[in-house]
Nanobody, 123 residues
Framework: QVQLVESGGGLVQAGGSLRLSCAAS????????VGWFRQAPGKEREFVAA????????YSSDSVAGRFTISRDNAKNTVYLQMNNLKPEDTAVYYC????????????????WGQGTQVTVSS
């Protein structure tokens, strides 16, 4: 079992930055792909970014490319999402999730989920 806890959310003005953290416990996530998803009210959960377990590859959605960066520190069993130049449309609950095999884009591939952290961007 893997337990994931997100932190770092909050209220920020447009153009500002936040760094989300996803701390894992129970098992090391060094062999897991870890992804960030977000869900705004009335919308489906959408993929934001992922880091493959090898650490060599990262992926991000077109809507956040160039603004958000995912990284991982396996020694700390933590994955980060650095969010720069935030926009009001980035407002959502952000979730981190982990899986061993599957597709990083497919929400159904993820076996473990955190409880989410709220990010609100004011205009």
């Amino acid at each position: 079992q893997v337990q994931l806890v997100e932190s770092g959310g909050g209220l920020v003005q447009a153009g500002g930055s936040l760094r989300l953290s996803c701390a894992a416990s129970g098992r090391t996530v060094s062999r897991y792909t870890v992804g960030w998803f977000r869900q705004a009210p009335g919308k489906e959960r959408e993929f934001v970014a992922a880091t493959i377990w090898t650490g060599a590859m990262t992926y991000s959605s077109d809507s956040v490319a160039g603004r958000f960066t995912i990284s991982r520190d396996n020694a700390k069993n933590t994955v980060y999402l650095q969010m720069n130049n935030l926009k009001p449309e980035d407002t959502a609950v952000y979730y981190c999730a982990a899986y061993r095999s599957g597709s990083y884009l497919d929400v159904r591939s993820y076996d473990y989920w955190g409880q989410g952290t709220q990010v609100t961007v004011s205009s």
